[in-house]
């Protein structure tokens, strides 16, 4: 659903809002390189179908493909992300421990709702980093994303220093939250309404435990069960090793995910992740087998808005005043009436 601010005043025009956006891409990106000893690699824009590479999101939306002439008419799809096609990576480089790589990731998406914050283009910073078995904790998972709100907070700092009439929106610290205690705290509010009410109390909320069923027998949010660990216990006492990171948007008045991340199956969860979705067909994947047989290294990792990084910094009330899409004429119609210019 679309949502016009009641006040908003475009900070950036058009012109300078593209050099901005320059900046703050290029900046985080390193500073992101530098909190997780990340390198950049090139990555696909499609993967061939069939081989259990691609992402399956939350396990049901389907991604644009084509068939490939050239190789005998075998079917290829554009990646939704790049969650299972970067641990693969990982094992092919051999990357140790402590290590990882990022790399701009591109995808088209159809079947989104076009609003402020969706739509059918998405690129993100994928990102994957090698781990020890011991590493697989919630500890482990707090630093990492301490680590990635810090280089935010940095960037927030050179906007802020450029553009002084940005004034910084980010909390001191991200606080941290399982999505059961949100249920507990707020049980007769949907999953996207208790995100609200966290992400308004706190400014940034990083919410634990995204794709395993909760007290009332629902996960707080979809998630594919092939590449974040949902299903292990942690030390809370509750389950999953994964989580979205949540900022308050004063400009929508509303939560706002800027990342989705999590420490990556085990063998061992995998399987079980498998069995509790009814999927075990999968086991016969490539990338599945891999991993089952201990091919692959234990790793954490994610995806952060690139778009959604610069509409958030940027104080924009609409993502696409920050990427080039296609959006309905009636949307474009409405945003032009209130100030809101889509590139």
Not at 18 to 47: G, M, W, Y
Not at 96 to 104: F, W
Not at 136 to 148: A, E, F, G, Q
């Amino acid at each position: 659903m679309l949502i016009i601010p009641k006040k908003y005043t475009l900070k950036l025009l058009p012109e300078t809002t593209e050099v901005a956006i320059q900046h703050i891409k290029d900046s985080f990106q390193k500073h992101l390189s530098k909190a997780l000893n990340l390198r950049r690699v090139t990555a696909p824009l499609f993967v061939l179908s069939g081989t259990g590479i691609n992402d399956d999101l939350n396990g049901v939306e389907h991604p644009v493909s084509f068939n490939i002439d050239a190789i005998g008419g075998q079917k290829a799809e554009v990646v939704h992300s790049l969650a299972k096609w970067k641990r693969m990576k990982l094992g092919a480089y051999d990357i140790a421990p402590g290590y990882g790589l990022y790399t701009d990731m591109n995808a088209i998406r159809t079947f989104e709702d076009l609003d402020n914050l969706h739509s059918l283009y998405v690129d993100q910073w994928d990102w994957e980093k090698t781990i020890r078995e011991e590493d697989r904790n919630l500890d482990y998972l707090k630093d990492t994303v301490k680590k990635i709100y810090s280089a935010l907070k940095k960037v927030e700092a050179e906007i802020y220093e450029k553009f002084p009439h940005i004034t910084p929106w980010l909390p001191e610290e991200v606080t941290f939250i399982h999505s059961q205690e949100l249920l507990d705290k707020y049980p007769g509010l949907t999953p996207k309404e208790r995100e609200n009410k966290a992400a308004k109390e706190f400014g940034a909320v990083f919410i634990i435990g995204i794709g395993a069923p909760l007290s009332n027998g629902e996960p707080h949010d979809g998630r594919a069960p092939d590449y974040d660990d949902w299903i292990s216990s942690n030390e809370d006492g509750y389950k999953g090793l994964n989580g979205d990171l949540i900022l308050w948007n004063p400009v929508l008045e509303c939560g706002f995910e800027l990342s989705s991340m999590g420490i990556r199956v085990s063998p061992e969860s995998l399987k079980a992740q498998l069995k509790e979705r009814g999927c075990e067909e999968r086991e016969k994947f490539d990338f599945h087998k891999s991993l089952l047989n201990g091919e692959l290294p234990y790793a954490i990792g994610g995806g952060i808005g690139q778009s959604r990084l610069c509409m958030y910094l940027l104080q924009k009330a609409h993502i696409g005043e920050v990427q080039a899409s296609i959006w309905p004429a009636d949307q474009i119609e409405a945003c032009r009436a209130h100030n809101i210019h889509l590139l």
